[in-house]
């Protein structure tokens, strides 16, 4: 089965870039989605098709996606950017799955 | 708006079963492929189930394979999650979402049932 990995914990300063990445084999040929996840909340779409932006979500946040790795990356990191994400794509168009998890930390 | 509302989540024992309902709202809800997700305590995101708009397929992952069934009614708006042969590691959040049809991706979220599995 199709497996993503995204580090475990990433920080970035008040102000600054914070990039997350999902690693996947020859993911670049997938879309891939992103959730933003805050404690006690359902999670929420911040990026959808590798570099698109749902209604709502601010133009900080943008994604690529390329050979092995797709990144999320959160310009201007702002206090209330603290939370997890999660990638997501599909596999064999049949399942679901979820990278484990990157609990963005801003200092 | 468009609204999901999980109901159903409680404490049951190991080997029992449950039954999770998810109310929907706001669009049309049987032009829709709605999945289950379940999150453990302190633990990431895992994907449960999928069901397409007619019922015509039904995906699950491996862990629940065999001891879940996912279901919807449409005349009623709702998704169901029937859960048997509950283990201590199926102790979870469950969410219901809604698949974008175009993009495939979970667009909205409900706000997640507790179901605890424990003797």
């Known amino acids: 089965s199709y497996e993503l990995t995204q580090p475990l914990s990433v920080s970035v300063a008040l102000g600054q870039t914070a990039s997350i990445t999902c690693g996947g084999n020859?993911?670049?040929?997938?879309?891939v989605h992103w959730y933003q996840q805050k404690p006690g909340q359902a999670p929420v779409l911040v990026i959808y098709?590798?570099?698109n932006r749902p209604s709502g979500i601010p133009e900080r946040f943008s994604g690529s996606n390329s050979g092995n790795t797709a990144t999320l990356t959160i310009s201007r990191a702002q206090a209330g950017d603290e939370a997890d994400y999660y990638c997501?794509?599909?596999?064999?168009?049949?399942?679901?799955?979820f990278g484990g998890g990157t609990k963005l930390t801003v200092l | 708006q468009v609204q999901l509302v999980e109901s159903g989540g409680g404490v049951v024992q190991p080997g029992r079963s449950l039954r999770l309902s998810c109310a929907a709202s706001g669009f049309t809800f049987s032009s829709y492929n709605i999945h289950w997700v379940r999150q453990a305590p302190g633990k990431g995101l895992e994907w449960v189930a999928v069901i397409w708009y007619d019922e015509s397929k039904k995906n699950y992952a491996d862990s629940v394979k065999g001891r879940f069934t996912i279901s919807r009614d449409n005349s009623r708006n709702t998704l169901y999650l029937q859960m048997n042969s509950l283990r201590v590691e199926d102790t979870a959040v469950y969410y219901c979402?809604?698949?974008?049809?175009?993009?495939?991706?979970?667009?909205?979220w409900g706000q997640g049932t507790l179901v605890t599995v424990s003797s």
């Open positions: 979402a809604r698949d974008h049809a175009m993009d495939r991706m979970l667009d909205y």
């Open positions: 098709r590798d570099n």
């Open positions: 020859n993911i670049g040929s997938k879309n």
């Open positions: 997501q794509v599909w596999d064999s168009s049949t399942t679901v799955v």
